[in-house]
């Protein structure tokens, strides 16, 4: 009974305190301390149950504070931030922001911060990733903490010479009907990042979308050369459901060569949905990278407990359990690593960044009015 | 029925029921029909215009799902009827093994329907076994491309699965009222069973191919989670258009229109299948 | 089926019986083979062994293993939405009969204006698609004080059951015949003696089938559960979308999925054990 009173004085205590602290100028210590008297934190994600698990058995044992991992459907965790947007008091704290949602969700001011500032190890994170993620600038308010990246991922034994040039896997996919599969954009980052090199490759690079905050329509009149390249290819290009549902078919013989992202690729190889045979790679021609940042949302009601999880997760320790556990590359910049799925090299020469968040949009709207509806 | 003055007191009977659906059901009905206009929108404005119905009404995309979902919706309702009809005729009365048979029969009513569409996609996939057989019999050289197939196939093929049991059930209680004099007359009377089939049997058990029909039609024509993991690349159904016209792009009052077009489209087949079953069964239905 | 029927009444009754039997047999194997061979290969998937992956050539799986079973239970919350999702659903089962009994009793036992419309309005959450009922819905629920509630959660599950119980609880009422009724008027029957003697026994079957819907329908329930659910209650469909919906995962969709479906079949067999007329079918035929 005296504990029972102690603690809800306590809390009582920390929930009064927590209207007068201001976390964003308050100092990690204090941010700590209230993390420990708020006692739990909820963090919503759509992948990795395995390691988040873990990490939140670990953060107990540390801190004392209860973490509890709920892994919901990405579109399902995003519409459920929304629909609480409204509300004083939310029932979500933390949650992973990725793909097309982080446009949407910066659009409506869903997120406490700039936290940047507030986070003691913030620097050491993947700095253009705090800038911008899909195209999106994101100010500071969603904290880096894992990079992906797409490349080609295909079957050795039936492909002996994986293109690398643009030129190449135009050949490669004329001579092989239906044996390369991307997924629909709308449905994924896979698909999303093959279209984007498409583009780049018919109607003439990258580099004029750059800075755009809205879409240019000069530039982006000569488009429908790209979506000629797949209308004139109906027949021999396989478009599947989903950055998994490509890897599914690869792994069931009915394409050999497919677009994957990299943890997801290890993370399926690792549970038994993929070959092990498999290899990927990042062609000469470039296809795009990127990664996906936690963000506190502004109507958390644990709020420093988690920016503290946030912390957490960004530990040099905790990256490289990530890594070993579910093979997700970290965000931190201080980890060399070995055993990547996708060469340093690659990476370094490679990786591609993806045009403004603007053209993203239009470019998965007009793929289904040119493409699909044709 | 009882022959009783009605009172006031049936009305209240009906509060605890019908009461409590329309209140939760209504609301949201009533939130978006005005929000299908405007009006209390989830992004705070509230406003009247009919942009979103001009919008939606003049575009190919929205066009396109909606014809794909009725096709869906008659040809499962069709399909589901074709499959349990014989199967509730063989079902009418018992014998050996008749009773394991009818709870076999079930089972896929008790799964759902995105499981159940989990389940057949491991079947037709490119390797999976059904191609595999059909390879080995040679009956085909390659394996055929079932999944996410253009026309919608895939997505009538689950419903069937799933809804056989259903329908099956209607159709059994339907069969059931039939008397077997009647059909023991009709023997005597030298009637061949393509003739008792159709002069007995499908009269008789029309109203509950109807009732199947109207609600077979319903739930493949709001369906979104067969549509999402078997359905074709383009065009989703008209239930996951809205689901991803609100939640992936976060456009709720254009979502409300496809929510009513959805909710009129039900009510007009559901009404047009009502009459169809006034004129067969004499108005009696 | 046309030919056999044929072939069935020229036949002698012997002959006739055998060709019956002979059919059932056929019956049986297509069902075993439709039901049973997408059920199999759900088991097969979710014994798959992680370091051995069945893929195209292998006709089955190189080395089975317990691991992905494992997995599910270590690292999600299954064993938390279990006992979420059994204890709602009886609890909506049992509300959803308490608000049905009037609603059915007036709907099956009376005559009064506008019985149509109320009896199509009672079908409203089976008509109305899911996800927007849920998105909407879950607006109102909010201002109720309703979301993130054990209470809110069985009245959402009771409102997606109820339908299923109104229509078939009417259906029994409706069955009663009224000669019984007035018999047992006539014998000076009080109205608790009428209730407990004629109404109950004699809806018993629509009940038991309006009950398995209902809970099936609970079980199954995903849109709602998640909104308003989550993340204080986490029921089995929420755990096994996060892995059919983007984030597919075969193997552990099979665990979670089998997870799901074998108790409603089990109840399915033990119902149809437990009731020897076509309880279902008697009940669902107006639907």
Known sequence: ?????????????????????????????????????????????????????????????????????????????????????????????????????????????????????VLPEAHQMAPSLWELQEGVLTKGYLAPFHRNQTGILYDPNR?????????????????????????????????????????????????????????VPSKVANWNLAWKWFTDRRDKLTITMSNNDSIIRLNGGEISMTVGWDDNVSDQMSKGNLFKRAKMYIPQMGLAGGGDTMGVLKNAPNKAAALLWIHFIQSKEQQLKKFQKVGAYPARIDLPLEGTLLSEQDRAKNAIAWFPAAYKNLMINEFVRNVLMK | MERQRVGFSTYLFLIPGVGFIVLFIGSSIFITITQSFGLFSVTGTSQFTIDHWVALLGDRESLDSVLFSLKMGFLSSAGTILFAFPLALFLRKGGTGKRFLASLVKIPLFIPALVSAFLIINLISYHGIVNEVLVALNLINRPLRMLNDRFGWGVVGIQVWKNVPFVLLILASSLASIRDDTIDAARNLGAGAIQILAKIFIPLAMPGILVSAILMFIKAFGDFAITSVAGPVYPPSIALRMRNTASLFQEWDKAAVLGVIIILTTLVVTWLYAKLAEFVTGGEG | MRRDEFTITTLGTQTRKNLYILLAAFFILVQLVWVGLPILMTVLWSLVHPDYPWSYPQMFPEKLSFAQWRFVFRYTNIVRALKTSYSVAPLSVLLA?????????????????????????????????????????????????????????????????????????????????????????????????????????????????????????SIEEFNLTFIIGTPTFETVPTILYSFLGYNFIRTNASVIALIMMVPNILMLFAVERILKSDYLSASLGKL
Request: charged letters at 20%; proline letters at 4%; aromatic letters at 12%.
């Open chain 1, 1 to 117: 009974m005296k504990r029972v009173l102690i603690v809800t004085f306590v809390l009582g205590l920390a929930a009064a305190s927590l209207f007068a602290v201001d976390l964003k100028t308050s100092g990690w210590n204090t941010i700590v301390s209230t993390a420990k008297a708020e006692g739990q934190v909820i963090f919503y994600a759509w992948y990795f149950p395995d390691y988040f698990k873990e990490a939140a058995a670990d953060f107990e044992k540390l801190y004392g504070i209860k973490a509890v991992v709920i892994i919901g459907d990405q579109t399902a965790n995003f519409n459920k931030a929304i629909a609480e947007k409204n509300l004083a008091t939310g029932t979500i704290d933390a949650m992973i922001v990725g793909g097309q949602w982080v446009k949407t969700t910066m659009d409506l001011d869903l997120f406490f911060g700039p936290i940047k500032g």
């Open chain 3, 97 to 217: 009969f308490f608000l049905a009994l009037p609603t059915a009793y007036a709907l099956g036992r009376k005559k009064f204006a506008g019985k149509k419309l109320f009896m199509t309005l009672v079908l409203l959450p089976i008509i109305m698609p899911g996800m927007v009922v849920a998105l909407f819905l879950s607006r109102v629920f909010t201002s109720f004080g309703l979301a993130q509630s054990f209470f809110g959660l069985v009245l959402a599950h009771t409102l997606m059951g109820l339908p299923y119980m109104i229509r078939v609880l009417t259906t029994s009422f409706e069955a009663i015949p009224q000669d019984v009724i007035d018999a047992a008027e006539n014998l000076g029957a009080t109205s608790f003696s009428k209730i407990k003697d004629i109404f109950l026994p004699m809806v018993r079957p629509g009940l038991l089938a309006g009950m398995v819907f209902a809970f099936t329908t």
């Open chain 1, 159 to 215: 492909v002996k010479n994986p293109p690398q040039t643009w030129e190449e896997l135009v050949k490669w996919i004329d001579e092989n009907p239906k044996e390369f599969g991307f997924c629909d954009p709308s449905k994924g980052g896979t698909g999303q990042s093959f279209v984007h090199t498409v583009i780049a490759k018919t109607t003439g690079g990258l580099e004029r979308y750059k800075g755009d905050s809205d879409v």
